[in-house]
Nanobody, 128 residues
Framework: EVQLVESGGGSVEAGGSLTLSCTASGLSFSGTTVGWYRQAPGDECELVSRLSSDAIPYTKDSVKGRFFISRDNAKNTVYLKMLTLAPEDTGVYFC??????????????????????WGQGTQVTVSS
């Protein structure tokens, strides 16, 4: 059984930083693409960043230069380091992995997409 467990969310003031972690069991991050999605209140899930199995990162333009995705194979953990946070970064952040190799991580998806494995999410709140 695949499990993704996120941690590291919290409440910070604008300009602050947080690092999210996602630890997996039942799969190896080194063999799959992994992404971080953000769901703002009332919105669908937006892809913020993803890392391919061969460690090629993608980061959404609006957070480029502020958010950095990385992976620790020994710990089977993926991180999202978030710097200079802004109120528009507020949302629930989900760690997501495709259930099959041919499933892409699209820019937008609905929470619970059955073609993806989902973590439970971690709340990030940025106050102005």
């Amino acid at each position: 059984e695949v499990q993704l467990v996120e941690s590291g969310g919290g409440s910070v003031e604008a300009g602050g930083s947080l690092t999210l972690s996602c630890t997996a069991s039942g799969l190896s991050f080194s063999g799959t693409t992994v992404g971080w999605y953000r769901q703002a209140p009332g919105d669908e899930c937006e892809l913020v960043s993803r890392l391919s199995s061969d460690a090629i990162p993608y980061t959404k333009d609006s957070v480029k230069g502020r958010f950095f995705i990385s992976r620790d194979n020994a710990k089977n953990t993926v991180y999202l380091k978030m710097l200079t946070l802004a109120p528009e970064d507020t949302g629930v952040y989900f760690c997501v992995v495709p259930r099959s190799p041919d499933r892409m991580l699209y820019d937008w998806t609905v929470y619970g997409d059955r073609f993806l494995y989902w973590g439970q999410g971690t709340q990030v709140t940025v106050s102005s």
